[in-house]
Each structure stands twice: as structure tokens, then as C-alpha cells.
């Protein structure tokens, strides 16, 4: 079973950035998909970013061009650039993995973009 534990939350304002962490239990190559996903009170959960194991990149249209994923594979980690956040990219951030067949969710993390 993979665990995830997400970082680096919190408030910020519109225009500004800022950087999630997701630290993944055990070696990252073992995972197909790793993800960021959010959801926004009242709404689904979406996905916001996916890389693939061969490093292959996805972005939700509402995302592009100001979110970057990338990952550290010496530290098992998974990072979500955050840039130009705007008041709508409001929710609690979660990293997933997919391992065939299974997806793996973190706890969560509160990003808040203040007006």
C-alpha cells in the first residue's frame, strides 16, 4: 500500500504562488500515474495534473500554463508548481498514485487564494 503525505498549503493572495509537496511511502518508478487532484466546497473532486511514470505531462485547461508538476524520484516526492493562483483554484489539494489497480490518496492539503 502506498501512503502520501501532502505539504506546503496554506493562504495566499490572487497573483501570487505557491509550491505543494506529495512524499510518497515507497519508490515513485513502482507507480504509473502520480496526480494532483482538488475539490472546491460544494463540487467534485478534479484533476488538476498528472505525470507519468515515463514522465509524460496532463493539465486541466483551467490549470495550464500556470501549474507545473514535476517530480523527484531520488526523494520520492511529487511537486505542484502553483503560479498566478487566482480565487477559483480555491480547494483542498490532494496527490494521488495509481499503481495498477489501484489509486492511492493522500490526506489533503488547504490551498486558499484570498481576493
Known amino acids: 500500500q502506498v501512503q502520501l503525505v501532502e505539504s506546503g498549503g496554506g493562504l495566499v493572495q490572487a497573483g501570487e504562488s505557491m509550491r505543494l509537496s506529495c512524499v510518497a511511502s515507497?519508490?515513485?518508478?513502482?507507480?504509473?500515474?502520480m496526480g494532483w487532484y482538488r475539490q472546491a466546497p460544494g463540487k467534485q473532486r478534479e484533476l488538476v495534473a498528472t505525470i507519468t511514470s515515463t514522465g509524460s505531462t496532463n493539465y486541466a485547461d483551467s490549470v495550464k500554463g500556470r501549474f507545473t508538476i514535476t517530480e523527484d524520484n531520488a526523494k520520492n516526492t511529487v511537486y505542484l508548481q502553483m503560479n498566478t493562483l487566482k480565487p477559483e483554484d480555491t480547494a483542498v489539494y490532494y496527490c494521488n498514485a495509481y499503481r495498477y489497480p489501484r489509486h492511492y490518496w493522500g490526506q489533503g492539503t488547504q490551498v486558499t487564494v484570498s481576493s
Open positions: 515507497e519508490s515513485i518508478f513502482s507507480i504509473n500515474v
